[in-house]
């Protein structure tokens, strides 16, 4: 028995000698030292002194490092807890582009092509003659099959009446494409008003939101293209994406300029593989 309240003096007095504490290792590299698992039953607090206790921090906050020899602070900050089964935003990809599309203009009928399905190939002329926007192709790698694909495309159209004082209008249409084939179409119309003021020149947004579910894995290229499907009358000029002439003092390419986003959501999950 002696011996026993020997022992445990002589190691009280090591670690008040020591000041380190060793839990599963005989060299402890500070005050504490846990080499293993650690539970904590209740309320954790930091800066304390020896006369008061620490702060247990509020509901929410979490602990942030302060950087070598200070103490770690209580910290609220705004980040969204996301929960099994919602999307979180993994990548966005913006483009713009002012070089537009002014081969559909004066002397150019449209391709008389009123329908398009899902799939369509872009080159596939019987499908329509589809002109690519080149500076609002992206490309980008799926790697979770659980995904939203969330498309956004945006650009100016303009045209000029052959006649100032004659009303004329051009059908048209554009789609996203995801490696060459169609996923998303919307067509649309722009007709001049008898604008004599304004040279006969009309300008209008056109507007394509989509998204997609469950995109397969791998590498994607996603293009956007344009064609136009009739016109009242073949020598009306017309541009997608930028002015008609640089002459006019009603629109520039940047006021029309195009502009495609899109954002890739993943599906959250905390299943363990």
Known sequence: MKKTVYCCVAGLLSIQAYAQVGVGTSTPNSVLDVNGKTTLRKELRVGGTSAQAGNPGLNGQVLVSQGEGLPPVWKSLNVTFMEEGQYKLVNSYLSTDQTGITTLSNGTLGDSVYKNSV???????????????????????????????????????????????????????????????????????????????????????????????????????????????????????????????????????????????????????????
């Open 119 to 273: 799939g369509d190939d872009v080159t596939d002329t019987s499908k329509g003659k589809w002109i690519k926007i080149a500076g609002l192709e992206n490309n980008f790698t799926i790697k979770d099959g659980r995904n939203r694909l969330t498309y956004q495309f945006q650009t100016g159209v303009e045209m000029k009446s052959s006649s100032p004082t004659t009303s004329q209008n051009i059908s048209f249409t554009c789609g996203v494409f995801r490696n060459g084939k169609l996923v998303a179409v919307r067509p649309d119309k722009i007709s001049s008003t008898n604008n004599s003021e304004k040279g006969g020149i009309q300008d209008y947004i056109f507007t394509l939101n989509y998204t997609e579910q469950n995109v397969p894995i791998g590498a994607h290229k996603v293009e956007v293209a344009c064609r136009k499907i009739n016109a009242s009358s073949s020598s009306a000029q017309f541009a997608i994406g930028r002015n008609v002439s640089n002459t006019n003092n009603v629109s520039n390419a940047f006021t029309l300029e195009s502009m495609m986003k899109i954002d890739l959501l993943e599906y959250v999950t905390y299943e363990i593989n």
